[in-house]
């Protein structure tokens, strides 16, 4: 960590240099034209190169996103600005120091399908408000519109709400820089979430949508560990279908799918986003409840066994009614990940002898 934050710097400390250098170039009159042209151009090359390097060296979306926060903030002086990505998952994503979701104007420029930058990007009042000055390009700020452009198509949009040290403008060159970032990041967050799916891919069920087995006991580890260092409260549920077999009999282990499909949707309505639910196996299913004591954990059970219950599983005009058991475990009083999946499926073998006893 240290050696990259190292490189970053040194970086960011050379393309400043080389910018100063560019500047100066720029205000000697003895410099013909086409010089200073070149000069510029070798400039952008340059900027470009680094640039890539950096934001392409990793494919996690936060570290890409930490990396262009500094370049903004050491070469643009941007003290805050906001992105909104469209990942190709149908979602937007946020990365910014504040929530928030894209508002008419973003979405309207996320709808479009044109390299238009800045100045033509939007046709909101403030950006129409950009003028151009003789020497560079003064924007009324907060810029609401920058798209992020990769193979033509608009994939996200930054806004530049402040700059630092009371700064007002942007020049000609920052436009030029800014247009570059935005190339290279564009490209390297569409990387990044690309991957971010691959991995997702990876790690869910691909029956439920659930995480799967693999990725649960990678969770779980992780979750424990947490547990015990922070002495913070930590439970498992393992859920299990009462008489599943009966369905797949009587219905086909098509219908016993789609069946599997709905519970996974009501483990997952019941749930917070924190929480982790997984696919066991079969029709073992498993809840990591993070930050949640053995009392807390009891509610959470209760409620997922009243919404099976009310729930009508479909097979065709035919309506099924299912409930399902399910084992608690809490930590502590366990301390281990094995302690805590053991006494989760003792108790659930405990709640499904109930089940049978009260029928």
Known sequence: MEKHESELTNKIELLTQIRASISEVGLQNNYCEMKRELEKQMFYLKIRDILSAQL???????????????LMVNLLEVEIFHIFFYA????????????????????????????E?????????????????????????????????????VKGVMTIEKLMNQRQTFDVEDVELLKILMNEAAIALANGYAYRQLEDVAMKDGLTGLYNYRYFQE????????????????????????KFKIVND????????????DLANILRSNVRSVDVPA?????????????????????????????VVSHQFHKDDESVQ????????????????????????????????????DA
């Open 56 to 70: 392409h060296s990793t494919l996690n979306v936060e570290s890409i996103y930490e990396n262009m926060r500094k």
């Open 88 to 115: 190709g998952d149908e979602q937007f994503h946020y990365l910014g120091i504040a929530d928030g979701v894209p508002d008419d104007t973003i979405k309207t420029v996320l709808s479009q399908n044109r390299d």
């Open 117 to 153: 930058f800045i100045v033509n990007a939007m046709k909101s009042p403030a950006a129409s408000g950009m003028r151009n000055a003789e020497c560079g390009i003064i924007p009324q700020f907060p810029i609401p519109g920058i798209p992020m452009i990769v193979d033509s198509r």
């Open 219 to 242: 969770r779980l580890n992780k979750e424990v560990e947490r547990s015990i260092h922070h002495a913070s409260p930590l439970s498992l549920l393992m859920v299990d279908v009462n």
């Open 250 to 261: 009587a219905y086909g282990h098509r219908q016993g799918d789609e069946t599997l499909k």
């Open 279 to 307: 696919r066991y196996g079969g029709d073992e299913f498993v809840i990591i409840l993070p930050e949640t004591d053995a009392k807390r954990a009891a509610i959470v059970a209760e409620r997922i066994k009243k919404s």
């Open 322 to 357: 299912l409930t399902v058991s399910i084992g608690i475990a809490s930590l502590p009083p366990v301390m281990t990940k094995e302690e805590l999946i053991d006494a989760a499926d003792r108790a659930l073998y405990r709640d499904k002898q109930k089940v049978k006893r």
